[in-house]
């Protein structure tokens, strides 16, 4: 699994008067915590999650049928991340992790070769494809 050989990830959640980042972290068998990125900078022992997701893999190992499925819960209390954001957190990293160019170029470069990962051309790109969703709902 992707997630056991590149663990670690960052998710920024954008709003008006800017935006955050959350760094993923996978752990064994199949759960990633999100905490964010500055508390996990300064203590990463005391990072509080605040989305967990939980993969069951389950279905791949009895059936022919490749899917898994996810359970995403939003733990932080007061509003800190929207059901919206924690949705759309979810689905960029799973993303990123499926298609390949995509987790070359970002998950593994940010875990095997960070030095070439460019981190305001990613954040640049996320708010782009923000931007294409929003304006799909609308």
Do not use: H, W
Request: proline share 4%; net charge neutral.
């Amino acid at each position: 699994m992707r997630a056991k050989e590149c663990p670690f990830f960052i998710q920024p959640i954008f709003r008006d008067e800017g935006f955050f980042i959350l760094l993923s972290q996978f752990q064994a068998p199949s759960y990633f915590l999100f905490a964010y990125l500055e508390d996990y900078k300064s203590n990463p022992s005391n990072a509080q999650p605040l989305l967990t997701l939980s993969v069951y893999n389950d279905l791949i190992s009895t059936n022919k049928i490749n899917l898994s499925l996810i359970r995403g819960q939003i733990i932080a209390k007061g509003g800190t991340i929207m059901q919206e954001e924690g949705e759309q957190v979810i689905t960029q990293l799973l993303d990123a992790y499926r298609k390949d160019e995509e987790f070359d170029l970002t998950i593994r470069a940010f875990n095997k070769t960070p030095d070439k990962f460019d981190f305001y051309d990613y954040i640049a790109r996320q708010k782009t494809k923000q931007n294409k969703a929003t304006t799909k709902l609308e």
